[in-house]
């Protein structure tokens, strides 16, 4: 650890005799993010998974033991992010990346979009049940953090595990599937918990928890009005939606939407936990959205598995999901920036699909397939239904992740925009504003 007599703070010291306060300053920052995070090295933690298995490592974050699911995720930056993404709710979070941690947690307050949501990550709290990660990183440095990943966890009650070989656990997770878990500490962490102990969130309606109550409206000056039905968004969708404009008005996951839907120029599905299944209200609710009304509808991950049972299609559980932001998936058909037979690589946060069958219903067509294990990545509506609806199961929006398909945004709010103004069918699809690319 730096004390006050290390070499640094002796240059800080003469720096501030310099009368160089600001570069004092800043010296002081990297300094104080170079201090070790205060934590007890010899707190001992213990992952045990539902299949037998138990791993035991030293514990960070909140001293506490909760249930949850082991998923793993192959994302080599962004842990703030998804960590903060309502669509984690309930899970423990493998990363196989090694080193996690590294650049800290920054102020979550700390956004500079006044239209935007008023948070910088993904949502107002960790969402995760907990994370396990190989190697907890103590010192951190970035310009913008200003506490560890220890001290954030500890400060939002989420447990992590540190220390195990995470290897091992994303092999079981592979072979096994998304296991259920417990996350152990303090006393008899060691004690596996008996079968029946075992929580599994899959069957409580997780996007009830995590759904607005209240409605409200972010950028009301937009010149395009676009309703989300929220079932656990990201921030970032809701950016990637005001950034182009929009004023966007959120509702709870289970709102009737049909009764206010004239007032809108375009429905935006967000992400969401769990199984989609518990909210076949909603699915309900856009399919007869989708029959009644012909303005743009777009859903991605929850929101594209809520489209699917809405078309008439079915949602499995797959065994271990695609959590990632190396991703890539084909894309069968053109649309707006999307050119049919291109492959782009996107991130992604999912357990569940949509089945893939043959033939489609009708009016509906498979938009992407995944090109590792050629699971349904997105479907649309065909051009001779009439109808302007999408649904992707990966995130365009990322944070993180690759922006290969951050223009289906700006497609989605020109087409939006267009139909506002000119009541009736674009000739062409506006899309690729230059400007629009974040
Ligand atoms: N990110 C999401 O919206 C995930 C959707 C759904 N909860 C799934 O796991 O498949």
């Known amino acids: 650890m730096l004390s006050l007599r290390s070499p640094l703070s002796a240059v800080a010291r003469n720096a501030v005799k310099a009368s160089r306060p600001s570069f004092a300053r800043s010296l002081a920052t990297v300094v104080a993010n170079h201090i070790p995070t205060p934590q007890d090295p010899n707190r001992p933690a213990t992952l045990h998974l539902k299949s037998g298995e138990s791993f035991s490592g030293k514990a960070f974050g909140a001293p506490i033991s909760r249930f949850g699911e ?87 009650g989420v447990p992590g595990i540190t220390g195990v070989d995470t290897r091992a656990i994303t092999t079981l997770l592979r072979n096994n599937g998304s296991t259920l878990s417990k996350l152990a500490t ?92 518990h909210c076949m209200e909603a699915a309900l609710v856009v399919r007869k959205t989708i029959n009644e009304w012909d303005k743009p509808v777009f859903g991605i991950c929850m929101g594209h598995q809520i489209i699917g049972l809405a078309a008439g299609l079915d949602a499995y559980r797959m065994r271990f999901g695609n959590r990632g932001h190396n991703q890539p998936v084909l894309a069968l058909a053109n649309s707006g920036s999307i050119k049919a037979g291109r492959v782009y690589v996107t991130s992604q946060n999912h357990q569940y699909a949509l089945e893939l069958v043959d033939p489609f219903p009708k009016g509906w067509e498979p938009f992407f397939l995944n090109a590792n294990d050629a699971s349904v990545e997105g479907i649309k509506s065909t051009e001779a239904s009439g109808k302007r609806v999408w649904g992707v199961q990966f995130h365009p929006e990322s944070a993180g992740g690759p922006l290969d398909t951050i223009h289906m945004f700006t497609s989605f709010v020109d087409e939006c925009r267009f139909l506002s103004k000119a009541g009736g069918a674009p000739a062409v699809l506006q899309m690729n504003h230059p400007e629009a690319h974040l």
């Not at 069957?203 to 409200?216: A, C, F, G, P, W």
């Open 70 to 156: 082991a998923v793993f995720s192959t994302s080599i930056t962004s842990y703030t992010e998804s960590m903060t993404d309502p669509s984690y709710r309930s899970q423990f979070i493998v990363f196989t990346t090694p080193l996690i941690g590294n650049y800290g947690v920054p102020d979550n307050s700390a956004t500079t979009e006044p239209n935007g949501p008023p948070v910088l990550l993904e949502s107002n709290g960790v969402q995760c049940a907990g994370v396990v990660v190989g190697d907890l990183a103590e010192r951190y440095s970035h310009y913008q953090a200003v506490e560890s990943l220890h001290e954030w966890c500890d400060r939002h």
């Open 186 to 277: 303090g006393d008899g962490h060691e004690v596996s918990p008996s079968a029946t102990e075992y929580w599994d969130p899959a069957v409580e309606n997780l996007v009830d928890q995590v759904s607005t109550k209240e409605i409200y409206t972010l950028n009301p000056e937009g010149d395009v009005k676009i309703a989300l039905l929220d079932f656990g968004a990201k921030a970032n969708i809701l950016r990637s939606l005001t950034r182009r404009g929009a004023s966007v008005t959120v509702f709870p996951w289970n709102y009737d939407f049909n009764k206010v839907r004239d007032q809108f120029d375009g429905l935006f599905l967000s992400n969401g936990p769990g199984d989609p299944k």
